[in-house]
């Protein structure tokens, strides 16, 4: 069962995590945390470098020293449409587009190009290959973030706020405030305003929100986040997970926000 409109086929949909990205000097890395979370269209994808500073101690982003806040302005995730050609040679090609109303960290795009694409053993090894052999990426399907999909989000377009489902995984967004016109790297724009905290931080202030859901107690708890304090939190989900197959939008008790679905698929019909 399937709703919404469509650019991926079934074979790309769930919650993938990335083994490892090798580059064509042979340069490898496994210590980035990569999450790519594939709806019938829409994609959102975390990437959050080995942290070298502790952040352990520090409730937002203001407790944060400079240093830190330097740190996190290197991380890139960013939503997108996610388009599949399987027509091409001599693999599918896969191609993504920013949302309009989507979010992001990074104002310029590190892989610019297209992806080669072929699935290996049983569907849950995704290879990826840029044209240009400049990397070669090496992703696993999670368990169980299949038997239910769907994209929602905030119709308060002021605040930002998307929520991406595959199971028992789920990605928060909340886009940054600031508009950033310059088109180069966020760290490299923090580097040259080391004296204004606050902007820094506004930079920086943008959430990617990785959850699992935990069996016993059926919540999401974060375990990957853009904003190292959210980690060990709680998603509250339940008022988006209790939207029946034929409801479309739904308001969270908590706020004045309604929330709007604006995909889902099921494997019960599949």
């Keep these: 069962m399937s709703k919404g409109i469509r650019t991926v086929p079934d074979k790309?949909?769930?919650?993938?995590?990335?083994?490892?990205?090798?580059?064509?000097?042979?340069?490898?890395?496994?210590?980035?945390?990569?999450?790519?979370?594939?709806?019938?269209?829409?994609?959102?994808?975390?990437?959050?470098?080995?942290?070298?500073?502790?952040?352990?101690?520090?409730?937002?982003?203001?407790e944060y020293t400079v240093e830190q806040l330097c740190e996190l302005a290197s991380q890139d995730c960013a939503t997108a449409i996610t388009r599949l050609d399987e027509s091409t040679t001599p693999y599918s090609t896969a191609s993504w587009e920013a949302n309009d109303d989507g979010a992001y960290i990074q104002t310029v795009v590190n892989y610019p190009e297209d992806g080669w694409f072929e699935w290996k053993e049983d569907g849950s090894c995704m290879m990826e290959w840029a044209p240009s052999r400049a990397y070669e990426e090496d992703w696993r399907?999670?368990?169980?973030?299949?038997?239910?999909?769907?994209?929602?989000?905030?119709?308060?377009?002021?605040?930002?706020?998307?929520?991406?489902?595959?199971?028992?995984?789920?990605?928060?967004?909340?886009?940054?405030?600031?508009?950033?016109?310059?088109?180069?790297?966020?760290?490299?724009?923090?580097?040259?305003?080391?004296?204004?905290?606050d902007y820094i931080i506004s930079l920086v202030d943008v959430e990617f929100s990785y959850a699992h859901r935990d069996e016993a107690s059926g919540e999401f708890n974060i375990q990957h986040s853009t904003l190292p304090f959210r980690e060990g939190q709680s998603l509250k989900l339940d008022f988006l997970l209790k939207l029946k197959a034929d409801e479309k939008e739904c308001a969270d008790p908590d706020t004045d926000d309604?929330?709007?679905?604006?995909?889902?698929?099921?494997?019960?019909?599949?």
């Excluded at 083994?19 to 959050?48: C, G, H, P």
């Excluded at 180069?184 to 923090?190: K, L, S, W």
Aim: with cysteine.
């Design 141 to 197: 399907l999670l368990e169980n973030s299949r038997s239910y999909i769907a994209e929602f989000r905030n119709t308060n377009i002021d605040k930002g706020e998307f929520v991406f489902l595959a199971g028992d995984h789920a990605v928060y967004v909340r886009s940054r405030a600031l508009e950033v016109k310059e088109q180069r790297p966020i760290q490299e724009i923090a580097k040259d305003n080391l004296d204004n905290k």
């Design 258 to 270: 309604t929330w709007v679905r604006s995909s889902q698929w099921s494997d019960a019909q599949n």
């Design 12 to 62: 790309m949909l769930g919650c993938w995590k990335r083994k490892y990205i090798r580059f064509k000097n042979a340069e490898t890395d496994t210590s980035t945390t990569v999450i790519w979370l594939q709806t019938l269209s829409a994609m959102v994808d975390i990437r959050i470098p080995e942290r070298i500073l502790d952040f352990s101690t520090g409730l937002s982003l203001h």
